[in-house]
């Protein structure tokens, strides 16, 4: 067998349409090595092992460079792009390591691979899209919107316009200044989105404001950046070609809109209810993404224009878009996407901001820096104009100036074009590096979306009055939580005077879209997916509400967010409608033999995020069948239902007990309430005797009201936890559901001491974690009163619910 050749390409230049071109000539037959490896061959002279050698070396500078800088909350596309920029400056410093790793021969394989994962990368964001946003963008968040571009940009050029007056600039400056203004002027979608997800402030007032301006920013971005490089090339060339290619560029949009979409729609509801995208079917939208790309070339466009294009036509969210999405996504973001950025790196030099072009270089800083500025100044006027908080008015202006891969591919692609200098494409990238970059730190330092659940009065049972509604937010997940959820408030004993207003919350898990989504269940239309559950979760609920008539009134709400932020969409709701209690399931479900059936991470985070974070009191309800299944009381047996309820002390105590003397005057509930005291105590606070005083004063608050009842009280007393372990295993027969508050007085924690160190869910408390055990096999709910903080101020106490 021969040796390989000894020169395997070759490299020169010639003649261009402008200025000479580098050209490269390479064997045809060097795609695969074949094993040549064995007779001294470099297998790396090969393209494809090449390529697999370059897409290892840039996923591992991409992830560590992520590991390094995730403290300081930067995104994974912007550590990509800072690690291919560090790595590709680092491997410069030798030019025989440079021309080992990227030959001019494999960048052409290299960029033809990045370009196509960028391809599914925005056709993936376009899936994420949703298109219902821009019928609930108001008149405000468009002018905001198309200002957002507009300001800075015209600000750049009005300075343009007088700067010969100053100081003399070269052509070619400041020719090319109004396309740098113009790129820091951009704002887009993807980018925003990007921002808010991995900060958790998606579903935030702040992240919903941001997501609807930056969608008419990105559309008013691109129509006049359209409009403006039409009118140009017809005005430099003067013919009227270029307004031939929009009459295409229209019908290729309206056949898509008229043709494409109605089909990918009908073939979305033929997916049954429950079931996955089909192979064929997947099959069949990947090449229609393809061919896409490809007319969106014919028609003078990048190829992501066709795949974005494509994206919106697909209806996001599951089953249709969440599988597409989980599909594509991880491959062309983790994978191809960072062989972009590594082209991108490429064309960053560093060595142009300095030498003789330093005093351009300084031009461009001062209109870059001037676009920024006018973009933030005019984003926080114009949100402080439309009545935003000071606090989030600053933010919103920080997040409208954040920038993400859309955008540097748009700069890579303006600067192989030609369009803009090498300095000025490497001004635009770390500009956008440090603007973003610090952007997400100083809003993961500073922004906190809880502030605005404080509030001056604290929302709880024990402050509800008696003629008022009883406001409760019912949390479900699944369609297992509506029984116990109803039988849980038919046991509150509503009632013409004890009447309960439910708002329930219906809480989808964000998949295969960019942007959260809060809306009543009257517009439900508008989340195809959830639809039928969602129906069939208001007839139960208004089949209840029709057993009452007056007494109970319900009002139903869909979420769809990520579930590390979907307690805010539930703090939303109850800060709106005045809420004084919110129920929410366990994140635990049992089998019919009493073993866990199955966990559930994701709702276990948003009971935490609830518990920490609380604008009401909060009831985490462990449903082990007992008050959802056939002992109910809604099957309105004969047979009593029994309920325990266990007092040591302290508010979270005494808002159970406000909970429990509802559900003692329901005519098919026994109670017993069990006050448990230690036997001594040695605490003599002025704290603890107020919380003393006001433990003894709900108790006999209890016995008033339930007087005549079938409740019981038993008084019981006990030394340590050991005690109490024991007390609480003997009252286990005969209880359907036990109550208890999560935290409990100082003067009680003897009782319960030592519980919280073998706890497994803390956010139960240290009885509540021991009774949701395998060794119990009742129903608990936990209940948690919303805490309050008392601030001394000029010699007055001010007290504030946390």
Known sequence: MSGPPAIVSSEGYVPGVNEPEQIICQYLHMTNSMGCSWFG??????????????????FVVSQTFFYLL???????????????????WFVRLDNHLLNELFPESGKLVLDTFANFGYFLHVFVVGVQIDTNILKSVHRHMVLMGCMSFLVPYAFCLMCLMSLPNFIEVDDVTYHTIPFVAALTSMT?????????SDLNLLNSDLGRLSCSTALVTDLCSYV??????????????????????????VCF?????????????????????????????????????????LLSECLGLNASFGGFTMGICVPDGPPFGSALVNRIDWMATNILVPAKFAICAFKVN?????????????????????????????????AIYFSVPLQDAFHFAMIMCTKGIIDVSTFSIIRSNEVVTDQQYSLLILNMLLVTGSTRFLLWQFYDPSTRYRTYKRNSILECEPGDFLRMVVCIHNEDNVPSMINLLEASNPSGKQRIEV??????????????????STEIEKIPS??????????????????????????????????????????????NKCANIVIIPFHKRWAIDGSIDATFPGIRSVNQNIMEKTPCSIGILVDRGQIGGPKSVLTRRTEVFHITQLFLGGADDREALAYSCRMAQHHHISLLLILLRPNHTDVELTTEVHEKRLDTEMVDRFRMECKGRDIFIQEEVAKDSVETVHLLRAIEKGCDLFIVGREHGYSYSQLTYGLSEWSQCPELGGIGDLLATAEFTFSVLVVQQQPVKTVNFAGEQFTFAK
């Open 41 to 58: 061959c470099d297998v790396s002279a090969f393209s494809l092992p090449l390529l697999m050698l370059q897409l290892s070396i840039i």
């Open 70 to 88: 995730k403290p300081l909350r930067q995104s994974i596309l912007s550590c990509q792009l800072i690690g291919c920029i560090v790595f590709i």
């Open 188 to 196: 887009t979608f993807q980018a925003v989105t990007s921002t808010l």
């Open 224 to 249: 006049i950046a359209l409009a403006l490089t039409t009118i140009g090339v017809a005005l430099e060339r003067q013919e009227w070609k270029p307004f031939e290619n929009i009459f295409w560029i």
């Open 253 to 293: 949009l309206i056949s898509m809109v008229y043709l494409l979409r109605p089909f990918v729609m009908w073939m979305a509801k033929r997916i049954p209810e429950g079931q996955q995208i089909k192979e064929s079917q997947f099959l069949v939208v990947l090449v229609t993404v393809l061919i896409c790309g």
């Open 350 to 382: 560093l060595k142009s901001l300095g030498g003789d072009n330093v005093f351009a270089g300084l031009i461009t800083e001062v209109f870059i820096t001037l676009a920024y500025l006018a973009k933030f100044t005019s984003n926080f006027l114009l």
């Open 503 to 520: 708002i329930t919350m219906n809480l989808h898990q964000l998949e295969g879209r960019a942007s959260a989504i809060l809306i009543p």
């Open 530 to 575: 959830a639809q039928s559950r969602v129906l069939q979760i208001c007839k139960a609920f208004k089949y209840f509400m029709e057993r009452y008539n007056n007494s109970v009134m319900v009002e139903h709400f869909v979420a769809m967010a990520p579930y590390r932020s979907m307690h805010e969409d539930i703090f939303t709701i109850a800060i």
